[in-house]
């Protein structure tokens, strides 16, 4: 018979004299405490505690099958620690790779900012930082032994700090002849000869190539670089030799680095092979795409949905499907929820496996802090902060099938020990807590667990809170072992009889079935297929400014909402000097402006010597009236007078005939925008529209408006004049008058006309 569990014993105890002061924490929660702290509440308790401490340490995961989702610092940093921040190299084997043999790891991989942005601009492949990064965590000591065949411990030791200083050299300019040049004379006699000459048989593959060997090194980190390599030798050695690496060269090519860097027994996947962009939706009605856009575009609206398109739809690859149906733990890692972790749930192979596997312990990490552009608003209240509570509404938001299935137990950091001064030191970065509201997560059908899994002596030395490796992957294990050993019996008891139902399978949320508006879905061309038609488009119009030239290809790549079409009636860019510009608000002539009369682009000269953000608002300004092409016959503004008397002004547009009309819109769209815009038809000439402006007012005419409220969606660091009146969506309707309640919906209306048929959304 086998010995009684100390933990069984200490948990089924009716009342323990030492526990009472605090019942509404759960016993789960107590025995985290135990392990991570190893001090027992009182002294008369020392062999009963230190007994439960052996026998959970004894609990072996190494043969147990785990899965972790994420992407960015949040997931590296549970898997083996950030292997960005300097420091890591000197303790670098712990965290989840240390506790789990079988662990397969699955990155969001739609990053387009940085390193990565730049590669998916100008190659048909995935996002690779997030990748990388997550490798380089996953290294191993036994990894690297494999890789250099049996050195000394005292040597692998210090191998991750000479490959973190490779992996993550970051390109200022020039070019690198050799890896190793990287490395100090003693640094380099460390290098085994074997890991050198793969690293080094990587980049040379990459300067050679016809492809990548063109890339301008600049700003680029030399650890994508060499991933990238690793992906393009196997397109070269596949029996169908094309541009684009497929789905197996792109599994291949990740295996193949993961192996290099001695992480070869670590599975690591992106979600899908094909490449993916996210677009976010915001409460006020704007969607914008790209990851690093939602980072930088402060919108003053919550997020409200996200989903990824990827070229041809997402692929995933079976043996990950299989990892996730034989898992015995599911962890969803702390990170960006938008931008890295719900995309992942959102394909459907992936939820749908996760959702099949009830037997697997499933963990949701949540994050320490708001993310900005992501969680630093509330959708539930604008003035309210973020809890834990919101994270999970946002799963259940923006995933079909709601929550359902996907997780159960929610691990929060404990924050009741966090020091007033490193909340205040985070605020004056625009960063707060995300609290844990345990009552809301319990009624949400969730088991909320808090735990000290931040870094303590991070905390103490640089009052930096931030997760530990160590101390999470201990969490994890001591839930596992709970789960093994108790089974179905009660984990907690906190004085409302919960079950361990909620630990094991979790329950059904109230929302369970809802459908999200896009799941993730397809789209027609890579990133970098869309550049090259923009530059083909640009190349064929007339822009006699090299300024320009640089600048517009920019400017489309960070506002890829622009469509193709929208160039259609756009012929060139004419420069006009300052003392030949005709101002005119009524023929919608500012510092930049469509002329319909010869589809140009007419800039101000001395626009161009502006600062960059003036000129981008101006030309996506422009760039957004021809939209509306020729489409006024004829515009005037004439005196409104009553009795002699001049009382205001009338300003009217006369529209061409639908068969002479060039424009994106057709001539009942048109139509549509300018009744948004408080323009009405005249009686009996549906061609005419009319606008009253009263005394002295002034007004902003429709193409003019048109363009702000282009340039505004793109970006609402322009149009400024927009964000003022959008601000009215932030208030709720019954808080408003009648006039101000017309002008909030006319707005919501405008957006929404914008979105669906202007960005086609």
């Not at 052996?54 to 950030?82: H, Q």
């Not at 012929?571 to 919608?588: A, N, Y």
């Not at 002539?589 to 469509?594: E, M, N, P």
Request: glycine share 8%; proline share 4%.
């Amino acid at each position: 018979m086998p010995p009684r569990s100390a933990v069984v014993d200490f948990l089924e105890r009716e009342n323990y004299p030492s526990l009472e002061r605090d019942e509404q924490r759960a016993l789960l929660e107590k025995v985290i405490d135990l392990v991570l702290g190893r001090t027992p509440p009182v002294e008369d308790t020392l062999d009963l505690y230190g007994a439960m401490i052996r026998e959970i340490d004894g609990f072996k995961t190494k043969k147990l099958k785990a899965v972790v989702f994420g992407g960015g610092t949040g997931l590296s940093t549970i898997l083996g620690g950030d292997s960005t921040r300097p420091g890591w190299g000197d303790g670098p084997f712990a965290g989840l790779k240390e506790l789990f043999a079988d662990l397969s790891v699955v990155v969001c991989a739609t990053d387009d900012g940085g390193s990565s942005g730049e590669l998916v601009r100008r190659l048909p492949i995935i996002a690779l930082g997030d990748l990388r990064r997550a490798i380089l965590s996953s290294v191993t000591r036994a990894g690297l032994n494999r890789v250099c065949g049996g050195i000394d411990r005292s040597l692998i030791d210090a191998l991750p700090r000479l490959l973190q200083k490779i992996i993550n050299h970051r390109f200022a300019g020039g070019s690198l002849r050799a890896v190793l040049s990287l490395l100090t004379a003693s640094e380099r006699a460390l290098m085994p000869e074997t890991l050198a000459a793969s690293l080094e048989e990587g980049w040379a593959f990459f300067k050679k190539h016809e492809i990548l060997g063109t890339l301008r090194l600049k700003g680029h980190c030399l650890g994508n670089l060499l991933l990238l390599s690793e992906i393009y030798q196997c397109a070269k050695r596949s029996p169908k030799k094309g541009a684009v690496p497929g789905h197996r060269q792109v599994l291949q090519g990740i295996r193949r680095f993961a192996r290099k860097l001695g992480a070869g027994q670590k599975k690591i996947y992106p979600v899908s092979t094909n490449q993916g962009e996210l677009k976010f939706l915001y409460t006020n009605g704007v969607v914008v795409s790209g990851e690093h856009k939602s980072s930088v575009s402060r919108r003053g609206f919550p997020v409200d949905r996200v989903w990824a398109e990827y070229v041809g739809g997402p692929r995933v690859d079976a043996r990950l499907v299989k990892s996730i149906s034989e898992a015995d733990v599911i962890i969803i890692a702390p990170g960006s929820i938008y931008s890295s972790l719900i995309p992942i749930l959102q394909v459907s192979e992936v939820a749908d496996a996760v959702r099949r596997n009830r037997r697997a312990i499933k963990i949701l990490g949540a994050n320490f802090w708001v993310q900005q552009g992501e969680t630093d608003l509330s959708i539930r209240d604008l003035a309210k902060e973020f809890f834990v509570s919101d994270l999970i509404e946002a799963y259940d938001k923006n995933v079909a099938g709601s929550t359902a299935g996907l997780f159960s137990l929610v691990v929060s950091t404990n924050l009741k020990n966090l020091p007033a001064e490193v909340i205040q030191s985070y605020a004056l970065e625009g960063k707060v807590p995300i609290y844990l509201d345990k009552d809301r997560v319990e009624a949400l059908g969730f088991e909320p667990l808090a735990a000290e899994v931040h870094s303590l002596e991070r905390l103490e030395i640089g009052k930096v809170f931030q997760h530990d490796p160590a101390r999470f992957a201990r969490t994890v294990h001591t839930l596992v072992f709970l789960k093994k050993a108790l089974g179905r019996l009660a984990l907690a008891r906190s004085g409302r009889g919960r079950s361990a139902r909620a630990v094991s399978s979790g329950r059904t949320p109230v929302s369970a079935g809802k459908k999200i508006a896009r799941p993730a879905g397809g789209r027609d061309l890579h990133l970098c297929d869309y550049m090259k038609e923009v530059d083909a488009r640009l190349e064929a119009m007339a822009i006699p400014s090299k300024k320009l030239l640089r600048l517009l290809p920019d400017i489309f790549w960070h506002n890829r909402d622009i469509l193709l079409d929208h160039l259609r009636f756009l012929r060139g860019i004419r420069v006009v000097p300052r003392d030949r510009w005709l101002r005119s608000t009524v023929w919608d002539r500012i510092l930049a402006y469509f002329d319909p009369d010869d589809s140009v682009l007419h800039c101000r000269s001395d626009l161009l010597d502006a600062k960059r953000d003036r000129l981008r608002e101006d030309l996506l300004i422009g760039l957004g009236e021809s939209l509306l092409g020729n489409y006024a016959l004829r515009k005037s503004l004439r005196p409104l007078r009553q009795k002699g008397e001049t009382i205001g002004k009338i300003f009217e547009i006369t529209l061409r005939a639908g068969d002479e009309l060039r424009a994106f819109l057709s001539l009942d769209k048109i139509k549509e925008y300018l009744e948004l815009s408080r323009l009405r038809a005249a009686a009996g000439r549906p061609d005419v529209y009319r606008l009253v402006i009263n005394g002295d007012d002034s007004f902003t005419p429709p193409g003019l408006n048109f363009g702000l409220l282009y340039s505004w969606y793109l970006n609402n660091s322009f149009g400024g004049v927009i964000e003022y009146e959008t601000s009215l969506l932030k208030i709720a309707s019954s808080d408003l008058i009648p006039k101000l309640t017309m002008d909030r919906e006319r707005q919501r209306k405008l957006i929404d006309f914008f979105r669906r048929h202007v960005f086609r959304y």
